[in-house]
């Protein structure tokens, strides 16, 4: 079982819309989730963090963690052509904070 | 806005030559890492960095791979007698300014080549 899963993608979606990424981890002990954007060639970029369970909002990006069901999440809305980019879901374990792994990541493509 | 910055951008090596990948972390930043990424494939941890030891390490980080802080500045990672499969995008990243780690930045990346 990977230890962090993303489903790859392409996930298309019109300008203007709602988009929905989803992660989902295997590791109880999971305590920190991030979420990083990253574009054809360059390297990852932070976008949100969050480390409690529950809804974590910033400009048009929102992260939500449910650490029940092992999942995270994250909603871009008034998708832009510019949020055109691979998503990649990272988390940092209790028992290894210092190694954050990453999924495989979604690639997002907002289409006109 | 403070950045971690990797030198050089591109390196060129021939199989079984050794190669230096540079880095300057963020100033105040206390943890540091090196992560891959082969084309098309996702970023891979190396190992991390704290207080002038490694903190973890991965299975591809073995004895042909060593980090090290020459300097409070700069933070390196020599690979030794480089393979064809080495080929990858190398960033550095850097985090946590106190006890508690928080999240990593990571830098613009050294792509690798090794022919």
């Known amino acids: 079982q990977k230890e962090v899963e993303q489903n790859s993608g392409p996930l298309s979606v019109p300008e203007g819309a709602i988009a929905s990424l989803n992660c989902t981890y295997s590791?109880?002990?999971?305590?920190?989730f991030f979420w990083y954007r990253q574009y054809s060639g360059k390297s990852p970029e932070l976008i949100m963090f969050?480390?409690?369970?529950g809804d974590k909002e910033d400009g048009r990006f929102t992260a939500q963690l449910n650490k029940a069901s092992q999942y995270v999440s994250l909603l871009i809305r008034d998708s832009q052509p510019s949020d055109s980019a691979t998503y990649l879901c990272?988390?940092?374990?209790?028992?290894?904070?210092?190694?954050?792994?990453f999924g495989s990541g979604t690639r997002l493509s907002i289409r006109p | 806005e403070p950045e971690v910055t990797q030198t050089p951008s591109h390196q060129v090596t021939q199989m079984g030559q050794e190669v230096i990948l540079r880095c300057v972390p963020i100033?105040?930043?206390?943890?540091f890492y090196w992560y891959r990424q082969i084309l098309g494939q996702k970023v891979e941890f190396l190992v991390s960095?704290?207080?002038?030891?490694?903190?973890?390490k991965s299975e591809i980080f073995d004895d042909q791979f060593s980090v090290e802080r020459p300097d409070g500045s700069n933070f390196t990672l020599k690979i030794r007698s480089t393979k064809l499969e080495d080929s990858a995008m190398y960033f550095c990243?850097?985090?946590?300014?106190?006890?508690?780690?928080?999240?990593?930045?990571f830098g613009q990346g050294t792509r690798l080549t090794v022919v």
């Open positions: 969050i480390y409690s369970n």
């Open positions: 990272a988390v940092t374990r209790y028992s290894s904070a210092s190694k954050i792994i």
């Open positions: 960095f704290y207080n002038n030891e490694i903190s973890e």
């Open positions: 100033s105040n930043h206390l943890y």
């Open positions: 990243a850097s985090s946590g300014t106190g006890y508690r780690n928080t999240e990593a930045f």
């Open positions: 590791d109880r002990g999971s305590q920190s």
